[in-house]
């Protein structure tokens, strides 16, 4: 099972820019679609982005959408998202995700329980 560590995390003010990554170990990264899924206070955790074995594909949700990027680097088996112009109500804990090993990344693959490897998550709180 693949192990994940986000980072990167912390206050921003809205309008501002933070990048957030996850490193992962212990695997063939290359192998494993991934994905940024966001959980805040009183709410169900929910997707952020999600991204493909070589990083040609990747999905957003409408809500981030034009304002953070997802990117993968395979050499360094790291994921990030850069996060533009954030807005209050993007404050949650982040949590990053892989799918199962091999398994392809879809339109339809990106609930949580399409999800089977998971970091501690990092907090991202913006300030207005």
């Known amino acids: 099972q693949v192990q994940l560590v986000e980072s990167g995390g912390g206050l921003v003010q809205a309008g501002g820019s933070v990048r957030l990554s996850c490193a992962a170990s212990?695997?063939?990264?290359?192998?494993?679609?991934m994905g940024w899924f966001r959980q805040a206070p009183g709410k169900e955790r929910e997707f952020v982005a999600a991204i493909s074995w070589s990083g040609t594909s990747t999905y957003y949700a409408d809500s981030v959408k034009g304002r953070f990027t997802i990117s993968r680097d395979n050499a360094k088996n790291t994921m990030y998202l850069q996060m533009n112009s954030p807005k209050p109500e993007d404050t949650a804990v982040y949590y990053c995700?892989?799918?199962?090993?091999?398994?392809?990344?879809?339109?339809?693959?990106?609930?949580?329980?399409?999800?089977?490897?998971w970091g501690q998550g990092t907090q991202v709180t913006v300030s207005s």
């Open positions: 995700a892989a799918r199962p090993m091999g398994s392809p990344l879809f339109l339809g693959s990106l609930r949580t329980r399409d999800f089977g490897s």
């Open positions: 212990g695997v063939t990264f290359n192998s494993y679609a």
